[in-house]
């Protein structure tokens, strides 16, 4: 079974399709050499495969094998196992909020992580005005009860909370 850091890359190779370093590099806010350890290790287990970019003759695309897929997926339903042990005395309201909050957090967070970010000075300038507003977002109260339409742990919009 994959660890932490070649879960995510797979996660991403098996739900988003093939991919080049540099884009996983990006996709994940990890370096690049970084990324091509990890999916060296992929590769070498045979999780994941290398395969010639059509759009590129120079490049290389990763994709996830059908083991690689495999092994996401027993990983991702023993997640979820996992999550519903764990959330299992919780009502559905708030598991909904759990969903909403994470997301919301995982949003702000793309957001402040996110390449077009500003940086230097101008950023550091309104990182006070952002945490003034923190304790307003805190208190605000969850969507309005809605059927439950997925579980806790694909709250953050990406593979990461699939494999958390």
């Not at 660890?3 to 399709?17: I, P, S, V």
């Not at 990890?30 to 994941?48: I, K």
């Not at 990763?62 to 023993?78: H, I, M, P």
């Not at 109260?141 to 494999?163: F, H, K, R, W, Y």
Request: charged residues 30%.
């Amino acid at each position: 079974m994959p660890d932490g850091g070649d879960r995510l890359l797979l996660a991403y190779l098996a739900l988003e399709g093939p991919r080049r370093v540099t884009d996983l590099a990006a996709m994940t806010y990890l370096d690049v050499s970084t990324v091509s350890r990890q999916v060296a290790s992929l590769v070498q287990r045979e999780l994941v495969e290398r395969r010639p970019d059509p759009n590129d003759g120079r490049g290389t695309l990763l994709a996830a094998t059908d083991a690689g897929r495999q092994a996401f997926e027993v990983y991702r339903k023993r997640r979820e196992v996992e999550l519903d042990r764990v959330t299992r005395d919780w009502s559905a309201h708030e598991r909904r909020t759990l969903v909403h909050l994470l997301g919301r957090f995982n949003d702000d967070l793309e957001r402040d992580q996110s390449p077009t970010r500003e940086a230097g000075p101008a950023r550091e300038a309104q990182v006070p005005a952002r945490e003034a507003q923190a304790p307003a977002r805190e208190t605000q109260a969850p969507p309005p009860e809605q059927p439950q339409t997925q579980s806790p742990d694909a709250a953050s919009g990406g593979p990461e909370g699939n494999l958390a």
